[in-house]
């Protein structure tokens, strides 16, 4: 497999990368895709699961109310 170094723009562009990304050319056509590697994939998953104690996560879980998709989808329009 061909290895290009991505700097600058391309980095600042692809952003945290935590998912499949197209690269496309100026109209709009797909020139390939950029998938995380499972390493990247795994420090965000350790990192995300370190964000919260079991308790935390176990409180949020019991929690009732909230909006369904639908009210909040009406809400975003102006």
Not at 5 to 17: M, R
Not at 35 to 57: C, G, H, M, Q
């Amino acid at each position: 497999m061909n290895h290009v170094i991505a700097s600058g723009a391309l980095l600042d562009e692809l952003g945290e990368l935590s998912a499949p990304v197209a690269l496309c050319d100026n109209e709009g056509e797909p020139l390939g895709f950029v998938v995380p590697s499972p390493n990247r994939l795994r420090k965000l998953y350790d990192w995300a699961t370190s964000a919260f104690t079991e308790e935390e996560i176990e409180m949020a879980r019991q929690e009732s109310g909230g909006l369904t998709t639908a009210e909040i989808l009406r809400g975003l329009r102006p």
